[in-house]
T-cell receptor
Framework: SQTIHQWPATLVQPVGSPLSLECTVEGTSNPNLYWYRQAAGRGLQLLFYSVGIGQISSEVPQNLSASRPQDRQFILSSKKLLLSDSGFYLC????????????FGPGTRLTVT | GDSVTQMEGPVTLSEEAFLTINCTYTATGYPSLFWYVQYPGEGLQLLLKATKADDKGSNKGFEATYRKETTSFHLEKGSVQVSDSAVYFCALLVDSSYKLIFGSGTRLLVRP
């Protein structure tokens, strides 16, 4: 069966510090991968998606970036965090031929102080 | 552009009460519609889906019918339990698109 992992689960970082969040998927190959952000009391905003290694599409211009160095690994990064980067970050995956089945990881709660 | 509008919460109900959470959408093409649930401190789980007009999605006692004429996909449950307390998200996916478009979420609190 497929599983999706995210780490860390929680993170507190000062403004201006770098960020690296990792997401890995097990039990499948060539998934589509997604990063979402959920700000406090708000809905989900798609940040990035990837249909293959090295292929990243950005939905919202910001100081975050994403990379996909391996087929089942998706990384969200920042060189300098802003207060507005605080939120709950969710990784998700789906199989390309089952477009309506999208599965979410447990999330990372980021607090920028 | 494509969008989803949900009723604002929180919705507070007593156990065994009837639940309705309204969801309407705007979309080009023929979207698939979804309800996701997020329990406290967790990621999202797919609750139910409907991929074409008049389809009814159902799971765990929850139901939602894809109404093309009213562009709606309201979530209902006949008798809620305390364990149903969570945030519920309505979402749509337009044909062959890569991304889900979510509503803002509705928090449900069920009291014993």
């Amino acid at each position: 069966s497929q599983t999706i992992h995210q780490w860390p689960a929680t993170l507190v970082q000062p403004v201006g510090s770098p960020l690296s969040l990792e997401c890995t998927v097990e039990g499948t190959s060539n998934p589509n991968l997604y990063w979402y952000r959920q700000a406090a009391g708000r809905g989900l905003q798609l940040l990035f998606y990837s249909v293959g290694i090295g292929q990243i599409s950005s939905e919202v211009p910001q100081n975050l970036s994403a990379s996909r160095p391996q087929d089942r690994q998706f990384i969200l990064s920042s060189k300098k965090l802003l207060l507005s980067d605080s939120g709950f970050y969710l990784c998700a995956w789906r199989l390309a031929d089952r477009y309506y089945e999208q599965y979410f990881g447990p999330g990372t709660r980021l607090t920028v102080t | 552009g494509d969008s989803v509008t949900q009723m604002e919460g929180p919705v507070t109900l007593s156990e065994e009460a009837f639940l309705t959470i309204n969801c309407t959408y705007t979309a080009t093409g023929y979207p698939s519609l979804f309800w996701y649930v997020q329990y406290p401190g967790e990621g999202l789980q797919l609750l139910l889906k409907a991929t074409k007009a008049d389809d009814k999605g159902s799971n765990k006692g929850f139901e939602a019918t894809y109404r093309k004429e009213t562009t709606s996909f309201h979530l209902e449950k006949g008798s809620v339990q305390v364990s149903d307390s969570a945030v519920y998200f309505c979402a749509l996916l337009v044909d062959s698109s890569y991304k889900l478009i979510f509503g803002s979420g509705t928090r449900l609190l069920v009291r014993p």
